[in-house]
């Protein structure tokens, strides 16, 4: 009889109990719903933890491995499919499940950050194209839903909703989801990251080597010009895709200006505006940026060349 225990049902259980890829998936699915059902139920600081229900996930993943993150998913989705609603459900599972397992995969996949950061602007813009198609067959489509939801936010804040003002929000309503979105798996990741590196359970990723494929400056040329040919008026759903695309360029562009301001007497001046400007002047300094950033990789300057590789993160 074999003494290791690994042959029978008892010391099956008892290996799979103690393997941490499994308890990082159980754990990790288990908060992510507490902290998604946290918000469904309106409890205080219900907002703040709707935003950090993926950071169970990526820990998971990015500690454990792939297979850890997909654990980690179908826990938390069982979990949600017993204790929440069907459209609860899958907000979760589209916003902040399966994005995350696809980020993990593709990072370990591809060894490189390079394909995570083109999947921030491909997963949004695959989101709002088949929210689009599921929405073909509603009134007015997209958009009508779009401006229905609008005009009844500005009711809410009593804020007159005039023709114009809503037409201008529902042009970008789905792209800022879409960059919010963006943000928040970013944002998490990066804290992930943070926390993995200090428990010295995984090394921190290289932030300051994300550098986008070369393929991908042809995705928003395709979204642009799908956008010139959209009819006027009407061209909600190609303009928020382009945005959502733009997202990456933005952030090549910012490391990429890390990089290329290494060593420089004047680096936190340049910085500190770049910074300065997105805070205050979003729109037009985002665009700027993810011009840089499209000439960074159309240049296609390595980081030992512009110096990335050598350069801190943005965020640290």
Known sequence: MPTDGTSTGQGGQASLLSDPRWLAAGAGGLVAACCTLWAFRGLPLGTLAFWLAPLPLFLAGMGFGTMAAFGALVVATLALWLSA???????????????????????????????????????????????????????????????????????????AAS???????????????????????LGNAWIAGRSLARTGIAPPPAWSTARLPGWYAALP??????????????????????????VPLMLHGLVA?????????QRLLVLGAVYLSLVLAFL???????????????????PSNSGGARSAPPHS
Do not use: C, M
């Open 257 to 265: 200006l890390h990089g290329a301001t290494r060593g420089r007497g």
């Open 284 to 302: 037009p300094a985002s665009l700027a940026v993810a011009g840089y950033g499209a000439f960074d990789l159309i240049t296609r300057r390595s």
């Open 163 to 185: 023709t114009g003002l809503v037409a201008d929000i529902v042009r970008v309503k789905a792209a800022a989801v879409g960059f919010w979105l963006a943000l928040a798996w």
């Open 85 to 159: 609603s069907p459209a609860g459900l899958w907000l979760f599972v589209l916003g902040f499940g399966v994005p995350p397992l696809l980020l993990v995969a593709a990072a370990q996949g591809s060894r490189g950050l390079g394909l995570p950061l083109a999947l921030l602007g491909i997963l949004p813009g695959l989101g709002i194209a088949g929210a689009a198609w599921w929405l073909a067959d509603t009134p007015g489509g997209l958009e009508g839903t779009l401006r229905n939801l609008t005009r009844t936010a500005l009711r809410r804040f009593d804020i």
């Open 221 to 246: 040329a395709l979204a642009f010009g799908l956008w010139l040919a959209a009819e006027s008026g009407a061209d909600a759903v190609e303009l928020s895709i382009l945005l959502v695309l733009l």
